[in-house]
């Protein structure tokens, strides 16, 4: 249940432009320290999963991994998306709570 609210709290990022999804778009947010919160879905592969734990360890950057790669797609109005990050700090606040509460 948690879950389908994180999905709708990320849709609502979606709409208020505090978003940024792809690969190439969040790493070149990530390295200039643009995103507030990294979430790359649980079913993306070992080397993003590096890629993105290390860019952010790095730069002091919350990474989370969670969520499916489909689902989070489809709430963003794309086909699929392994990787996002999120501009805004309350809202990254927000969402990293809600994920980690639920697991």
């Known amino acids: 249940m948690n879950d389908q609210r994180v999905y709708q709290l990320i849709g609502l990022c979606q709409k208020a432009r505090k978003l940024i999804s792809g690969e190439f778009a969040v ?35 919350p990474c989370i991994k969670w969520g499916d790669r489909f689902e989070l797609g489809k709430m963003l109005g794309k086909e699929t998306r392994v990787v996002i990050g999120i501009v805004d700090d309350k809202l990254a606040e927000k969402i990293a709570t809600m994920i980690k509460s639920d697991g």
């Open 27 to 61: 790493k070149q947010a990530v390295l200039s320290e643009a995103v507030k919160l990294v979430i790359v879905t649980e079913d993306a592969s070992a080397n993003t999963t590096k890629l993105f734990n290390d860019k952010c360890n790095y730069r002091n950057i």
